[in-house]
């Protein structure tokens, strides 16, 4: 059973940029589809972006491709978010997932989940 914990949220300005880290603990991290999820207050959890075990595929919400990318470090048994040109929709709570068999965008399949980080975009 993998345990996450997501780093690197803050507050930023319109245009700027940051870097989301999910450190995994407790399980083969590489055994994992991982995924970036977000929620804004009153919305439903909505998917970001996902990537397959080994990095070789990876998928982005329509609002964030382009802007986004996402990455894995198996060795460092941790996965990346990186976000440029951030707007102000942007702000929400940020979480990943992960899941053994399901790489997909729906939240409702995912097993695992960290905790979130808030970031938030002045504009």
């Known amino acids: 059973q993998v345990q996450l914990v997501e780093s690197g949220g803050g507050l930023v300005q319109a245009g700027g940029s940051l870097r989301l880290s999910c450190a995994a603990s407790?399980?083969?991290?590489?055994?994992?589809?991982m995924g970036w999820f977000r929620q804004a207050p009153g919305r439903e959890r909505e998917f970001v972006s996902t990537?397959?075990?080994?990095?070789?595929?990876?998928r982005y919400a329509d609002s964030v491709k382009g802007r986004f990318t996402i990455s894995r470090d198996n060795a460092k048994n941790t996965m990346y978010l990186q976000m440029n040109s951030l707007k102000p929709e942007d702000t929400a709570i940020y979480y990943c997932?992960?899941?053994?068999?399901?790489?997909?965008?729906?939240?409702?399949?995912?097993?695992?989940w960290g905790q979130g980080t808030q970031v938030t975009v002045s504009s």
């Open positions: 990537i397959r075990w080994n990095g070789s595929g990876t």
């Open positions: 407790g399980g083969t991290f590489s055994n994992y589809y």
């Open positions: 997932a992960g899941d053994r068999t399901y790489w997909g965008t729906n939240p409702d399949v995912y097993e695992y």
